[in-house]
């Protein structure tokens, strides 16, 4: 029984961290021919080179998966609310590199991701909530939007 239970919490676990790192890896797919085009656009001060990006995104996205399955397996009420607020903020996420990377707008992509920010902190709030190991992990996350907030303005402003 003990081992079964652990294969079940471990495909949990799996599913969540696969389905966001595919949601992630299908966003930077869909924007790998616009890395150039951003390279090559004024900069802003603390502009990380752009090798450090998916780097950083998939220590985030693997985090995420990791507080999302936490937060499943909680069995508490108030999961489900969680878990919406996730996916939605998640496929802001993946819209937001389309709206800025391939549209290339960049003030409808920084407004966007205020509401990207929101929604992520609405998650980290429900997450602290239900496991709180499962709201730190997301800390990072919020940190990294509101960081990449400033690079998004910035991008704006100066191209």
């Known amino acids: 029984m003990e081992n ?8 949990v ?4 961290i696969i389905g966001t790192l595919l949601v992630g890896g299908l966003a930077g797919f869909l924007i790998r021919g616009s890395m150039e085009t951003y390279a090559s656009l004024n900069q802003p001060p603390l502009a990380p080179p752009g ?14 998966g990791i507080g999302s399955a936490r937060v499943f397996l909680t069995g508490k009420s108030g999961r489900r609310f969680a878990l919406v607020v996730y996916w939605v903020q998640l496929f802001f996420n993946f819209c937001w590199s389309l709206i800025f ?4 707008m960049y003030l409808a992509a920084f407004l966007w991701l205020i509401v990207l920010w929101v929604l992520i902190a609405m998650m980290v709030y429900a997450f602290w909530k239900l496991d709180r190991p499962a709201g ?3 800390i990072p996350y ?3 939007v509101a960081f990449a907030g ?10």
């Open 4 to 11: 079964r239970n652990f294969w079940e919490k471990a495909g």
């Open 150 to 159: 400033y690079l998004n303005c910035a991008v704006w402003l100066l191209n």
């Open 51 to 64: 090798k450090a990006f998916p780097i950083v995104w998939g220590i985030l996205y693997l985090l995420m």
């Open 136 to 138: 730190l992990l997301q």
């Open 101 to 104: 990377f391939n549209a290339r």
């Open 142 to 144: 919020l940190l990294w």
């Open 13 to 16: 676990y799996a599913g969540f």
